[in-house]
Nanobody, 126 residues
Framework: EVHLVESGGGLVQTGGSLRLSCFASESEFGDLGIGWFRQAPGKEREAVACISRGNRGTDYADSVKGRFTISSDIANNMVHLQMNNLKPEDPAVYYC???????????????????WGRGTQVTVST
């Protein structure tokens, strides 16, 4: 069983930055594709970004392209989501998820993910 733990959420002003981190308990972290998803109150969960196993590729939601960057630190079993220029539409609970199935490309489809963290809250003040 893989356990994922998110950290780094908090309160930031519009235009500010946060870096979220996702730590995975498993030694085979490099065999997982990792995705970041978010869910705001009253809204459906949406994909934000993903990174494939072995850091072969990334993908982003159109709403965050150019502002968010996903990266992996395989040696430390961590994936980071650097969020810059945060906007009023970005507040949500952010979740990281692990996918064992995808190979060279990561997926932005939540149904493919096998493991989920409990989330970290991101709040943006205007």
């Amino acid at each position: 069983e893989v356990h994922l733990v998110e950290s780094g959420g908090g309160l930031v002003q519009t235009g500010g930055s946060l870096r979220l981190s996702c730590f995975a308990s498993e030694s085979e972290f490099g065999d997982l594709g990792i995705g970041w998803f978010r869910q705001a109150p009253g809204k459906e969960r949406e994909a934000v970004a993903c990174i494939s196993r072995g850091n072969r590729g990334t993908d982003y939601a159109d709403s965050v392209k150019g502002r968010f960057t996903i990266s992996s630190d395989i040696a430390n079993n961590m994936v980071h989501l650097q969020m810059n220029n945060l906007k009023p539409e970005d507040p949500a609970v952010y979740y990281c998820a692990g996918d064992r199935s995808s190979l060279s490309r990561c997926t932005m489809t939540s149904g493919w993910y096998d493991y989920w963290g409990r989330g970290t809250q991101v709040t943006v003040s205007t």
